[in-house]
């Protein structure tokens, strides 16, 4: 079954940051703030899919105006709650410092273009269509300002492969557990992830509630993505590997890339 983002965070949505505790979200926030030190610091940044707010709210309390812009709204329900519960949330509502927006990033549009948009863990991979691919490019070509930064990361084509060689993946915690499992289509340089969650519903009982998920993702040429960038209009694109300022080759897990308008 191949599922869409649609699909892809339900249920899923409300243990997603516990699953994802371990990922390098610091990481990440370092890889923008030194690719904004370089092309210029921005005062306005849009993120697709930005999932729970993860980097949205870190961003924010950083002193950037976020708009996060995800498709799912079970997505964007956790990321509002997280807002809420934050010591700073309510200043950042009041202040315009954060807003969520439920968009396709195939499609996405603000009433304003921004300084620097970002899309990161691996979100454009979830785009399944070349089509949809050169729509996210111009989309954010055309909602960035002149000499603004499109900051983003993908997997690797041999991650995949890595992926199915490595398979399952076992996860075996209190709260939420989960067997991973993975199928490539090498044709296409297409990975469909099946998740089997076990999630603990609290209460005396311990009860685990269980369900299945779907997620299909599709690795790209790197080289195919720098020409749809500058096809689309960015003047200067760079890609870089695994959160380094190293120049990307067949080992790297991560390809990061830094488009500038």
Known sequence: MRCT???????????????????????????????????????????????????????????????????????????????????????????????????????????????????????????????????????????????GTFLFDVHHPNTLIRYEEEQPFILDEDSVSYIWTCELDVPRREIEHHLVIFAREGGQNNLYRRFEETHVQRAYDPEWLTAELLQAGFSEVKTYADFEWVEADEGAERLFYVAVK
Not at 46 to 55: D, F, M, R, V
Not at 110 to 137: A, G, M, Q, W
């Open 5 to 147: 983002l649609v699909s892809s965070y339900g249920k899923f949505a409300y243990v997603y940051d516990e699953l994802m505790a371990d990922m390098p979200y610091p990481d990440w926030l370092t890889f923008a703030e030194t690719a904004w030190k370089k092309h210029g610091k921005p005062v306005t940044v849009a993120e697709l899919g930005c999932g729970t707010g993860s980097i949205t709210i870190p961003l924010a309390g950083a002193g950037y105006h976020m708009s996060g812009i995800d498709l799912s709204s079970d997505m964007l329900s956790v990321a509002r709650q997280k807002l809420e519960e934050h010591p700073q949330g309510q200043r950042f509502l009041r202040e315009g410092s954060i807003r969520w927006i439920r968009q396709n990033m195939a499609e996405w549009e603000l009433p304003e273009t921004v300084d620097s948009v970002i899309s990161f863990c691996d979100c454009l991979n979830y785009l399944l269509d070349e089509k949809d691919i050169r729509s996210t490019f111009a989309r954010t070509y055309a909602g960035l300002k002149p000499g």
